[in-house]
């Protein structure tokens, strides 16, 4: 099975003090309409780092900084193996604009479970919860 090597940003209003977190929804594709956290393919040569940096810049053209790593989620999705870095992010720069999705949302920790997201994403969801409840 094809194994899909990817970053994605939990994107987070304030690190020190989390109170909302930035959701997606894919406006292309086979997986058009689920939710997600943004991010993207790690291209050769580029640190997990660097390549989230460059995805949420060409996606949502905003500058981020990436902070820890939440978590690493593996999910066979039909027809590959998706290995996915998860980190936590704030804008460090410039405005989150939609430039690939079809919609965006700052959700609060009790609002999570409020959007369809997809099943590699939704499993971050109670890590997250997790990590901020305590």
Not at 3 to 18: E, F, P, R
Not at 85 to 96: D, H, K, M, Q, R
């Amino acid at each position: 099975m094809k194994i899909v090597n990817v970053v994605a940003a939990v994107i987070c209003d304030n690190y020190d003090n989390k109170k909302k977190i930035f959701a997606t929804q894919r406006g292309y594709g086979e997986y058009k309409d689920g939710w997600e956290f943004p991010g993207g393919k790690i291209e050769k040569g580029e640190t997990p780092e660097e390549a989230l940096v460059r995805e949420i810049k060409e996606e949502l053209g905003a500058e981020i900084s990436v902070h820890d790593l939440i978590d690493i989620v593996d999910y066979d999705y039909e027809t590959f193996h998706l290995h996915m870095l998860c980190f936590w992010a704030t804008v460090a720069s410039g405005e989150l604009k939609l430039l690939e999705h079809e919609a965006a949302k700052w959700l609060g920790f009790d609002e999570l479970n409020t959007v369809d997201w997809l099943p590699a994403d939704l499993e971050l969801i109670d890590k997250i919860k997790e990590e901020t409840c305590n």
